[in-house]
Nanobody, 120 residues
Framework: QVQLVESGGGLVQPGGSLRLSCAAS????????IGWFRQAPGKEREGVSC???????HYAESVKGRFTISRDNRKNRAYLQMNGLKPEDTAVYYCATSLLYYCSDEYDYWGQGTQVTVSS
């Protein structure tokens, strides 16, 4: 049974920072790609970042240079460091995995999400 639990969301002012955490209960966590997604009210879910099993990382254009994905394989955790937050980053953020080595377009396992609100 794969379980993903996000934490670290909250309310932050524009320009501020948050670090999201994704705790995963999955065997061989180090082998699998982990993705971060977000969904704003009235909008479709979009991919934010992904870390593959070989450590390569990918980012949406809208967050490049501001967000950083990382992982601690010893703790079975992935992180999303978000700096320079903007109001348009407001969304529910999810982590997900497809139990594949490389980042992909299909994800089978999702966390419950954590709310990020950027507002003054």
């Amino acid at each position: 049974q794969v379980q993903l639990v996000e934490s670290g969301g909250g309310l932050v002012q524009p320009g501020g920072s948050l670090r999201l955490s994704c705790a995963a209960s999955v065997f061989r966590f180090d082998y699998y790609a982990i993705g971060w997604f977000r969904q704003a009210p009235g909008k479709e879910r979009e991919g934010v970042s992904c870390s593959s099993g070989n450590g390569s990382t990918h980012y949406a254009e809208s967050v490049k240079g501001r967000f950083t994905i990382s992982r601690d394989n010893r703790k079975n955790r992935a992180y999303l460091q978000m700096n320079g937050l903007k109001p348009e980053d407001t969304a529910v953020y999810y982590c997900a995995t497809s139990l594949l080595y490389y980042c992909s377009d299909e994800y089978d396992y999702w966390g419950q999400g954590t709310q990020v609100t950027v507002s003054s």
